[in-house]
């Protein structure tokens, strides 16, 4: 069964920096672009990041370019988002989700097939 796993969030204070990882199982790992998005309360879920199968390309919404890196370990079915410079504004559940796409990625969630339960970042003095 396919199953996406995340870890890595906490509580954090403003300036510091996190690493979120997301494990994957139960699928072709090789053959699936990966998303992370975020879900602040009482907003909207949105893109963060994703990066692709084929070329390890990446995307970042504008909000954490230049902050945040996406990366990918295919030997260990893991994904990571480094977060760095991280604002009061970066406060949100995190979801990693796995796209059936072999040969880019989008920030779009209605493209993801799988995805995983969170977890929770809070910035906060």
């Known amino acids: 069964q396919e199953q996406l796993v995340e870890s890595g969030g906490g509580l954090v204070q403003p300036g510091g920096s996190l690493r979120l990882s997301c494990a994957a199982s139960g699928f072709t790992f090789d053959y699936h672009a990966i998303g992370w998005f975020r879900q602040a309360p009482g907003k909207e879920r949105e893109g963060v990041a994703c990066i692709s199968s084929s070329n390890g390309g990446t995307y970042y919404a504008d909000s954490v370019k230049g902050r945040f890196t996406i990366s990918r370990d295919n030997a260990k079915n893991t994904v990571y988002l480094q977060m760095n410079s991280l604002k009061p504004e970066d406060t949100a559940v995190y979801y990693c989700?796995?796209?059936?796409?072999?040969?880019?990625?989008?920030?779009?969630?209605?493209?993801?097939?799988?995805w995983g339960q969170g977890t929770p970042v809070t910035v906060s003095s």
């Open positions: 989700a796995g796209d059936l796409n072999p040969l880019y990625c989008i920030l779009a969630s209605y493209e993801y097939d799988y």
